[in-house]
């Protein structure tokens, strides 16, 4: 029998599962349901600033399994590239302001009219590569997240996890991973891949996909409404000796996003105890 | 300078890309036009029947690059299993009937309720398998087409040049490969896997990738409207050898289906001569 009061203890809430939301809502609406870990994205943070932000969630005593997210590292021009760094590195002071324990980065995709996609590869790494020393200084872990290949036009052009590991072993310490099921599910080389991952597997995310999926971007699953084998996957994962929390990240613009964040909370913890 | 003449004789239309037309007026569109090459779907060539198809086909002196399409391997029983292989069968026919240079087979998704994603992996090899006698007895060579990954659960669960690849590498003679630019254009590792295609790549289609893509399955673009460095995908595809006709395949319910379909000819022509 599976031990419920352990897996609740490694779910964690990403706040755009919640997107209604403040970071003092998430904090609390976390506190009420037992939950323990805590994933969020740079804009709740922001909007009370680090430092009350990091009293906040010291206070209330959840884990921050990471910090959603840097990186957009392509740029058409060197000024561009420029600022992407800068703000690469505010994110850094936030992650680290907050206690995250990495940094999510999604790699950017092409910039507007270039059709380089190697060249973009490059620009990701050059990006990465310049980032790292002040992640390391920080003590913030950077974790890339491959994204579907459906976003490698705009969004992201890391697309495989094996990419992912590429860069990890090009670029070393500091560097790790974010695995999130949804982008990587159809992946025929993945088990070998998370295998190949291993200790760099920072973060884990979890949602479902859809079928029919409506939307590119904003049609992500519950997990248990969607066809991904997310216990399988979280074999895998914790295969490796991973045994952090596991973060349900779910963008939904016509369904769950508009339902009341407490009774999406609540099925959250009922969906982690049972299918996840 | 290019060759012009030369690149217009290499121009094969698909029918999914003049949707509102039959065979009849595809051959004759095609004929006006000046393009030597088309790409059929099943329904056209089952609405006028194998045979007179046929004789249109060849009065015309058209090339058939390829019958689209067979394949949808994975099913929740054996009866659904045998289905797919009679069907399968009937496209080998179709395709011997016109004189096609391939049938071009997409994998299938996961079968009603399954997430078991290695399971329909096995069961398209074991399709694949089970067709290929059949298909090398009626000369009609197999090109297994890769689809865009974000197609895994519902349409292909065959996402990667490499996947196909290896399953040629198994199947062997009979088995190839058919490249379309908008499935796997993302793809890192795609430069090397072109390159162990080789011979086997039967078939070469393209459209163009759109930002933004509105919908996952009827947004495509055409030649020239999207990110797809397509003049270095067809370098690296007739690196291979590959002298075959380029297909435009377009599928796009909110624009160029509702075009008339000699205009969508004409642009076809004009992008294959400049930006393919």
């Known amino acids: 029998m599976r031990d419920l009061s352990r897996d609740k203890s490694l779910l964690a809430i990403n706040s755009a599962t919640v997107k209604p939301w403040t970071l003092e809502q998430l904090v609390e609406g976390c506190a ?21 932000a990091g009293r906040m969630i010291r206070a209330a005593g959840l884990t921050v399994t990471c ?16 600022a992407a760094l800068d703000d690469n590195r505010r994110a850094v002071d936030e992650a680290a302001g907050i206690g995250a324990r990495s940094l999510v980065l999604i790699a950017g995709g092409l910039p507007k009219g270039s059709k380089d996609l190697a060249g973009a590869h490059e620009q990701v790494r050059d990006g990465l590569a310049a980032l790292l020393p002040y992640a390391r200084d920080a003590g913030v872990p950077l974790a890339i997240e491959p994204l579907h290949p ?39 080389d993945l088990p070998r891949q998370i295998e190949r991952a291993g200790s760099r597997i920072l973060t884990y995310h979890v949602c479902d996909w859809l079928v029919p999926t409506r939307d590119l971007l904003l049609d992500r699953g519950m997990p248990g409404d969607g066809v991904i084998d997310l216990p399988g996957l979280r074999r895998m994962v914790e295969a490796t000796g991973y045994d952090g929390h596991i973060d349900v990240e779910i963008f939904s613009a016509e369904n769950w996003w508009k339902r009341e964040p407490g ?11 049972t299918v996840v």
């Open 67 to 82: 910090l959603c997210r840097g990186g957009m590292f392509p740029a058409a021009d060197a000024a561009g590239r420029r």
């Open 150 to 188: 459906m976003y490698a036009a705009d969004r992201a052009c890391v697309n495989t996890l094996a990419h992912a590991n590429d860069l990890c072993d090009e670029l070393g310490e500091g560097m790790g991973v974010a695995v999130d099921a949804y982008h990587v599910w159809w992946d025929p």
């Open 263 to 273: 009774e999406v909370l609540r099925i959250c913890v009922e969906r982690h105890q």
């Open 32 to 52: 009420r349901s037992g939950i323990t870990g805590i994933a969020p994205w740079r804009d709740i943070v922001q909007a009370v600033g680090i430092e009350k």
